[in-house]
């Protein structure tokens, strides 16, 4: 079960409770002064300063009812602030760090969040509530529950992840992920097929142009260069526990992805580890395990670090990651 707990692990074998807010936190993004994250039982969006953790959460977008709504937090009428309905959705932060964007997969549309007063809209996506009554194809822009959403080095672009096409490629394989402009709402380019299944969190290394995805049990890597896919950790349709090398590590579910700042290990929230991949071997390890507690062989263990939902490095010195559980 959820913990109700934002948590920041330190680079160095620590842990320490920022706040427990009992009102399971999922997602988290940060903007560098504050750590962003929603809640599933208030459906809206909540900012902590990291300078001053004791002062608590301030709302930042939301109306406290799950719904679809866009629009402004005015203050006066909940009824009318934007409602929101995340389910298993995640979100990303914007390079300029002005606004977020929310891959909702309760309405099956692409949200923008404005910081500086939590403005909400909607920037792709069709908002239905009964499964199978829309013509569901995501490289047209209408999602199926979208999932993973990263946004480009320029914040011209935004990825998307959703886990159901109605068109399979010849493979059959029915994951698609796809780039969505940010300006118009439209889509710009498809990545859909062998080997995606049933893609779910993205996070984008600019700087060497790769889109990672998580892909059931396993991580993939899309290059933008040329649309190759290939696989950097896991085993595709087996979920397991085992530490290694590429060839024989396994991994559970992941719910959440983080880039090193030096672009050498990727960060995997499972729900209750936080695992590194060292991203030019594949080679696994686990820093951090909810499976009891004290300290053996390197690994923090804490029977309090459950169903874990979100990652996010904390600027500037990106030694410090916040983790929701």
């Not at 903007?31 to 902590?48: K, R």
């Not at 995997?268 to 590194?276: K, M, Q, V």
């Amino acid at each position: 079960t959820y913990g109700g707990a934002l948590r920041l692990q330190n680079a160095l074998p620590s842990m320490t409770a920022l706040a427990l807010p009992s009102f399971l936190p999922s997602c988290a993004v940060s903007n560098g002064s504050h750590a962003i994250v929603y809640s599933q039982q208030q459906a809206s969006f909540f900012s902590l300063r990291l300078s001053h953790p004791e002062q608590g959460f301030d709302l930042l977008s939301g109306s406290g009812v799950w719904g679809y709504q866009d629009g402004p937090m005015d203050g006066v009428s909940p009824v009318a602030q934007p409602r929101f309905n995340l389910g298993g959705g995640t979100a990303a932060m914007s390079r300029d760090r002005h606004y977020m964007f929310v891959a909702e997969e309760g309405t099956h549309t692409i949200r923008k969040i404005r910081i500086s007063d939590g403005f909400a809209s909607t920037l792709a996506g069709r908002h239905y509530t009964a499964s199978g009554t829309e013509e569901v194809d995501a490289a047209a822009g209408v999602f199926a529950g979208p999932w993973g959403v990263a946004a480009s080095s320029d914040d011209t672009t935004v990825y998307v992840s959703d886990g159901v096409s109605r068109f399979p490629d010849s493979s059959g394989y029915p994951g698609i992920v796809v780039a969505v402009n940010v300006v118009t709402g439209s889509i710009s380019s498809v990545f859909k097929g062998g080997p995606l299944i049933a893609p779910r969190s993205l996070l984008l290394n600019a700087a060497m142009k790769i889109l990672y995805v998580v892909d059931l049990n396993c991580v993939r890597a899309i290059s933008l260069s040329d649309s190759n896919v290939s696989t950097v950790a896991g085993q595709p349709m087996l979920s397991g526990y085992e530490d290694g090398p590429a060839s024989s590590a396994m991994l559970g579910e992941i719910f959440a992805l983080e880039l090193s700042v030096d672009g050498r290990t990727l960060f995997l929230a499972e729900d209750t580890r936080i695992r590194a991949v060292a991203l030019s071997s594949g080679h696994v390890t686990t820093l951090v395990s909810g499976a009891g507690s004290g300290d053996e062989d390197g690994v923090i263990h804490d029977a309090l670090l459950r169903g874990i939902r979100g990652l996010a490095l904390v600027p500037p010195e990106m030694r410090r990651m916040l983790v929701t559980s």
